[in-house]
């Protein structure tokens, strides 16, 4: 192994992808929240309950993926912070120590 070169370890990779799985997921969230807000708004302004608009798809689907993506964001984001529970808990115990 060349001089410098890391291991990539085990733990490193799954911490890898669980945080670009919450970058991914919380992005989905954050896109699909503002196409279900500001472009197909419920009732569409027309008035009607529901629009029959659709903007790469209707509206029904963009809100089952936002339910069911945001669900896959709370999973990972308790992995990651059951994960770095560690770091949370001492962290805390020092800023309090310290403030
Ligand atoms: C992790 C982040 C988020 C989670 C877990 C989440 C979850 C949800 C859930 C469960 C609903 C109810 C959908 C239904 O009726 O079945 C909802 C609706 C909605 N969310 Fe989010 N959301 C998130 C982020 C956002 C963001 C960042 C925005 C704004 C830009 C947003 C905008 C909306 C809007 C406009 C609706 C209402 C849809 C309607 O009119 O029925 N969401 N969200």
Do not use: C
Request: zero cysteines; hydrophobic letters at 55%.
């Amino acid at each position: 192994m060349p001089v410098g070169e890391r291991v990539l370890t085990k733990k490193a990779k799954a911490n890898y992808s669980i945080d670009l799985g919450l970058f991914l997921t919380g992005l989905f969230e954050v896109v699909s929240g503002f196409v279900l807000w500001l472009i197909l708004p419920r009732g569409g302004g027309q008035g009607r309950l529901v629009t029959e608009e659709s903007f790469l798809w209707v509206r029904d689907t963009w809100i089952t993926l936002h339910d069911w993506v945001g669900v896959a964001f709370m999973v990972l984001l308790i992995v990651h912070l059951a994960l770095h529970w560690r770091w949370v808990t001492r962290m805390t115990r020092e800023f309090l120590r310290r403030a």
